[in-house]
């Protein structure tokens, strides 16, 4: 009974301190539904007006070939046996 107590004492004291910022802030705020004890800011707002970014455009001087070997399958082409007595026959018949 008394480690439970102890448990509950313990956890007051830590979600405590995270409730008290969250209304101090006022609607400024969200708690984390997944962490209580996390509070972030509602909106966020960066400045970058007077910050001065210079950059070039660089290009590799080689290139990057990926090639895969070409695969070697059997021929779909059937040769007919028959093909050259068939092509004399039909000469024949001119």
Same mark, same amino acid.
């Given at each position: 009974?008394?480690?439970k107590f102890v448990v509950l004492l313990l956890s007051i004291v830590a979600v405590a301190p995270a409730?008290?910022?969250?209304?101090?802030?006022? !609607? !400024? @705020?969200v708690q984390d539904p997944n962490d209580p004890g996390v509070v972030y800011k509602k909106e966020t707002v960066y400045d970058f007006? !007077? !910050? @001065? @970014?210079?950059?070039?455009?660089?290009?590799?001087?080689?290139?990057?070939?990926?090639?895969?070997r070409?695969?070697?399958?059997?021929?779909?082409?059937?040769?007919?046996?028959?093909? @050259?007595?068939?092509?004399?026959?039909?000469?024949e018949d001119i």
């Open positions: 009974m008394r480690s409730s008290a910022m969250a209304q101090a802030a006022g !609607d !400024d @705020v007006e !007077d !910050d @001065v @970014v210079e950059g070039s455009f660089i290009r590799p001087e080689g290139e990057y070939l990926d090639a895969r070409a695969a070697r399958h059997s021929s779909l082409i059937r040769i007919r046996e028959s093909f @050259v007595p068939e092509m004399l026959k039909s000469a």
